[in-house]
């Protein structure tokens, strides 16, 4: 049986994300390009970073940000989270929609800024959480409702670019 993308790369159902690579793409990267409706009601995007806890999305934001009145007009959101500049062979990506809800009050959410703080700022969190903490600062936690779209090409023989082919990773792959 041919490998996924041996002969061409029209046919990739066989080249989503597993849960483990899933889990290791939200553990390494930590940007991601977040997607909302503008005030027009069109489609708008901003680069920013966040953190991956109990499979909920958490980013900082600043009350007035284009990203923020999004929210507040409409909070369905989609976010995508890409392998590009992580040290992962390969392209990964992962596309999900959900429901974004801001949180004004951040004092009870300490554990939160505590995670960013180590993901985003690992050699000094405690500096990073001074600056979650100023004024007007807000936490955006966004739980996912699907999955739109995920791609994994080192599930694809050489690579999804047509190289030679590479050795199975998994027993999955080998199926």
């Known amino acids: 049986m041919d490998r996924h993308g041996a002969k061409d790369i029209e046919r990739l159902s066989g080249a989503r994300l597993t849960s483990e690579a899933k889990a290791a793409l939200l553990a390494e990267q930590t940007e991601c390009t977040f997607c909302f409706l503008d005030e027009d009601g069109g489609p708008a995007a901003v680069v920013l970073s966040f953190a991956v806890d109990d499979d909920r999305f958490w980013i900082t934001s600043v009350q007035g940000r284009v990203q ?35 949180h004004r009050d951040i004092s009870g959410l300490g554990d939160r800024l505590d995670l960013l703080a180590a993901r985003l700022a690992p050699d000094h969190p405690e500096r990073f959480i001074a600056l979650l903490t100023s004024p007007g ?17 080192r599930r694809l023989a050489g690579d999804g670019r047509g190289g030679p082919a ?8 080998r199926s």
């Open 68 to 102: 923020v009145r999004g929210v507040e007009r409409d909070p369905r959101v989609s976010i995508v989270v890409s392998g590009t500049g992580t040290g992962s062979q390969g392209r990964q990506m992962l596309s999900i929609t959900g429901t974004a809800e801001i």
């Open 137 to 153: 600062r807000l936490l955006i936690e966004v739980t996912p409702t699907s999955t739109v779209a995920s791609h994994d090409s």
């Open 166 to 173: 590479r050795v199975a990773q998994n027993e999955e792959d």
